[in-house]
């Protein structure tokens, strides 16, 4: 009886010394991903449009562009074609040559405002120089609610923290691994649900709760419906392939990598290399891209941000799936939830 009782202490030891040391990994990660990321954001071949045969424009950007890389030139055959790029949020802003004379910067800091601050900043300097007018418009301002462009991304935190909680809760009550095929498909009609209640939620707390965005709450619900659905999704397939340990990766992919790549805090061209172009295809970004689309855009560029949320939730609920396939159907027997041991990762 001691012999099995010294045994447990030990198992009950190892475990906790285990969960602790994948603590200190994540938060040592989720320190070195934050600093490193967002500490000395420097901008860095920020796309500024013009059109191809405006000699003024293109002399000037060839003239930044030599002295530093800040800005990266991007040729349209014409002005119709600029201003498409500017609302489809390819370019920052656009360079042109002034009809009232100097030169004309239109941007649309609703893309990032500040990498507009900076190309602002850049052009003011060159224009300077050369001793030539130089006017500045926003063609897609921020909101006045919004005057650092950081809701958006505040708002998709809460979304996908409400996500993965949401199916890391439903792990530690009944296992993060159904048993069978019909379970399964009740645990993703649930979090279904549960995604749509609170995309709604959201709206409601940033429309008429806060006043940020009072006038686009349906394109936020769902929006944020996507949203947690996509990261609930992802967080019961990789739980459910490896228990609620699983949770850690869960947190590591969305939150301790995934919010300082969204480009929401700071554009992606002010970020390190390695995550400049993250936001393209981790959950927070293509969230954040796509509530600044209907927000800001009247849905111009949402087609891929929503089509990658989609997809994300898709391949999610099939992982979920065949983990019940592969690990639900060999448990002949539930596990076991040993008192004190935590052990809550067992079939449901």
């Known amino acids: 009886m ?9 198992e009950w030891l190892l475990r906790t010394a285990g969960l602790l040391i994948g603590t200190l990994a994540l938060a040592v990660a989720f320190i070195a991903a934050y600093v490193g990321a ?18 003024r424009a293109e002399a000037v950007l060839a003239a930044v562009r030599g002295q530093s890389h800040v800005v990266e030139p991007i040729e349209y055959d014409d002005a119709a074609a600029a201003d498409d790029g500017l609302h489809d949020r390819e370019v920052y802003g656009v360079l042109a040559s002034d009809p009232q004379g100097g030169l004309l ?31 500045v418009t926003d063609r897609v301002p921020v909101a006045s609610t919004d005057p650092r462009g950081v809701v958006p991304f505040y708002l998709n935190v809460g979304y996908v923290l409400g996500g993965y909680l949401a199916s890391t809760v439903l792990g530690i009550a009944v296992g993060t691994t ?56 992802i967080a019961s397939a990789i739980q459910g392939w490896l228990g609620i340990l699983g949770t ?67 391949v999610g609920a099939a992982g979920l799936l065949t983990a019940t396939l592969v690990r639900g159907r060999r448990a002949a027997v539930p596990t076991r ?6 052990e809550a990762s067992g079939t449901g």
């Open 2 to 10: 001691e012999q099995v009782s010294e045994g447990r202490a030990r």
């Open 38 to 55: 967002l500490h000395d954001p420097t901008p860095r071949d920020l796309p500024v449009g013009f059109v191809l045969g405006d000699q």
């Open 105 to 135: 910067l239109t941007v649309a800091s609703a893309s990032g405002p500040s990498a507009t601050t900076a190309i602002a900043q850049v052009f003011t300097t060159a224009a300077q120089r050369a001793n030539t007018p130089l006017r």
């Open 178 to 233: 159904p048993r069978t095929l019909r379970r399964s498909a009740l645990r993703i009609a649930a979090l279904t649900v549960y995604s749509v209640v609170l995309g709604v939620a959201g709206a409601l707390v940033v429309g008429p709760g806060l006043g940020a965005f009072a006038h686009h709450l349906v394109a936020i619900a769902a929006t944020g419906a996507l949203t947690v659905l996509a990261a609930a999704m």
């Open 248 to 314: 850690g990766l869960v947190i590591l992919l969305l939150v301790v990598v995934g919010n300082p790549g969204s480009g929401g805090i700071y554009a992606p061209e002010f970020l390190p290399d390695g995550l400049r172009g993250m936001h393209r295809w981790n959950v927070p970004g293509l969230a954040n891209d796509l509530t600044k689309s209907a927000v800001y855009f009247h849905g111009r560029a949402a087609l891929w941000p929503a089509v990658g949320l989609a997809v994300w939730a898709v």
């Open 337 to 342: 939830v040993r008192s004190g041991s935590g």
